[in-house]
């Protein structure tokens, strides 16, 4: 299960949502996210808070809405994800996809940059939260 997150996470993982150094994100430009807190839950309502290493995703993700994809910032050969759906509402940028029989959404608050996702699984699920910013 956990080895298939990295894809998720990437597609989900996130797809994060971005805020400019200079001003509020609107997704023209790509952007880096840093996943700062991961919470683990199954179909039983049991959760815990795990390091992103622990499922296989990297710290670092670059979100481009441009060409729609997610990827491990700075890594050769890095695994990307699709972004399937892109919308702004109410000063939110709201990425979503699906990979490997799991759904992803992301949400960052385009004035703060501060980022919220969840993956889901058959019987699990993921919280993510952290901060993102436009790359120069």
Known sequence: MRNYLI????????VFPCVACAGAIDGSSPCLCAITKIIECDSQGDCQEI????????TFIEVDVKEKVLREFNTPDSKTSAIKR????????????????????????????KMSASVSGEDYGFLLFGACTVLP
């Open 7 to 14: 894809i998720v996470f990437l597609a989900a993982a996130f």
């Open 51 to 58: 390091l992103p290493e622990a499922v296989n995703l990297p």
């Open 86 to 113: 892109v919308e702004m509402a109410d000063s939110q940028l709201i990425l979503q996809g699906a990979e490997n029989q799991r759904v992803w959404s992301m949400m960052v608050t385009s004035e703060t940059g």
